[in-house]
């Protein structure tokens, strides 16, 4: 299918380093989506670390899973943590701000200050609710694209992502193949499966049989589905660890009591670190955008648009890639990321593919692990010294 012309504008002054902003494009830039419907205005908000350097040739997006947003490297207004990607980006770190600009922005759809169901609707003067028009991973891309083309800059460096940031990184691939010198997706894969679909759906309902949900409008009447999100948390949160993570983390033991209560307190430390995530979630996250965002991975499906053959989203590209999976993810597993890197094969582009031993799921790629930095840091140093990047 082919992909709708990039808007381009007049580059916004760089940003100054480690800073974050937001632009806004009024009812004449419109972003047309796949559904068929526009959504004007539009604002899109990000981060950015590092530098741009003159030729504007060092830039690199991330781009963020379900749960994540632009602060990548920042510590979080809401929550006060460390940026959900601290270990890999900075000074020094894999993706070394010392030598590349960094951008992440909030999702369309998102709820951090990118436009989402959460935003005010400039029909209405009220929040859009379940009025803000469906997504696709392919709309966000093209929102991405209108902020890079925005900073003025013609081609990344580099786009990587996990997880649903994979999807992204796979999408910006097939959609803008002269704008992404290099693309590192990380355990993912190049559409929902079956059984993800099935978790999503589980998660939507938990949030839809909230009473305090009222049919997504529950912002006019400042009350949140709580309840529901949070259990939608706790059941997502379960495919992003191994069985093996769970058994070494907590197995069966008992939270602060020497014997089960015989009832349905948390007696399981298991059951106490559940509920933790699902409470914290709440905190950060809106549900109408839960909703949302796992709808756009569910009709991620790449070889859709090219007749069912995923080599052919690829096909005589010069991007050159590199596919990383984690052998006990179970919700994007290596099989899933080696169909991509088969595809690529196929289209005859540049790609490695790298396995990394890891008992920690597919939480696996937010975490400490040296095997996947050295990955990233290789590659991305590689590919700027092929572009004169020092």
Same mark, same amino acid.
């Given at each position: ?74 510590? @979080? ?61 392919? +709309? ?80 006019? $009447?400042?009350? @949140?589905? $709580?309840?529901?999100?949070? !259990? ?34 948390? +007696? ?85 593919? !790298? ?18 930095? +050295? ?10 010294? !092929?572009?004169?990047?020092?």
């Amino acid at each position: 299918m082919p992909e709708a012309q990039p808007v381009f504008l007049r580059p916004l002054k760089a940003p100054a380093e480690n800073t974050g902003s937001t632009v806004a494009f009024g009812t004449d830039q419109p972003l047309v989506l796949d559904s068929g419907k526009c959504l004007a205005p539009l604002t899109i908000a990000y981060m950015t670390y590092g530098q741009l350097n003159a030729a504007r040739s060092n830039a690199v997006l991330v781009c963020h899973a379900l749960s994540g947003d632009q602060f990548v490297a920042s510590r @979080h207004p809401l929550t006060g943590k460390a940026g959900w990607w601290d270990y890999a980006v900075g000074p020094g770190k894999a993706i070394d701000t010392n030598r590349f600009f960094v951008i992440c922005t909030n999702v369309i759809g998102g709820c951090m200050g990118t436009t989402g169901p959460a935003s005010v609707d400039p029909k209405t003067g009220q929040t859009y609710g379940l009025g803000f028009p469906l997504v696709t991973i392919r +709309d966000m891309v093209r929102a991405q694209a209108m902020l890079i083309d925005a900073l003025g800059i013609d081609q990344l460096l580099a786009v990587t992502g996990g997880s649903m940031g994979g999807m992204q990184t796979l999408q910006w691939a097939a959609s803008y193949p002269e704008r992404v010198y290099s693309a590192m997706p990380i355990a993912t894969a190049a559409r929902h499966s079956a059984q993800n679909i099935a978790f999503n759906e589980v998660g939507r309902q938990a949030i839809m049989a909230d009473p305090s949900w009222r049919g997504g409008d529950y912002a006019r $009447s400042a009350v @949140h589905p $709580s309840k529901g999100l949070a !259990v939608a948390r706790m059941a997502a949160h379960i495919t992003y660890l191994s069985e093996a993570a769970l058994q070494r983390k907590f197995g069966r033991q008992l939270t602060d009591r020497n014997a089960l209560s015989f009832g349905f307190d948390a +007696d399981f430390q298991i059951e106490s670190y559940l509920r933790h995530q699902g409470m914290t979630f709440v905190d950060r996250f809106d549900a109408n955008s839960y909703l949302y965002i796992t709808r756009a991975m569910d009709y991620f499906d790449l070889a859709a648009d090219y007749g069912g053959v995923l080599a052919e989203a690829f096909r005589g590209t010069k991007t050159r890639f590199c596919i990383v999976s984690f052998t006990s993810d179970w919700l994007f597993p290596t099989v899933e990321n080696k169909r991509v890197a088969h595809a690529l094969n196929a289209a005859g582009a540049n790609v490695s593919f !790298v396995e990394i031993e890891s008992d920690r799921g597919h939480d696996a790629f937010l975490l400490d692990e040296p095997q996947l930095f +050295d990955t990233m840091s290789g590659f991305l140093g590689a590919a700027a010294a !092929v572009k004169g990047i020092g």
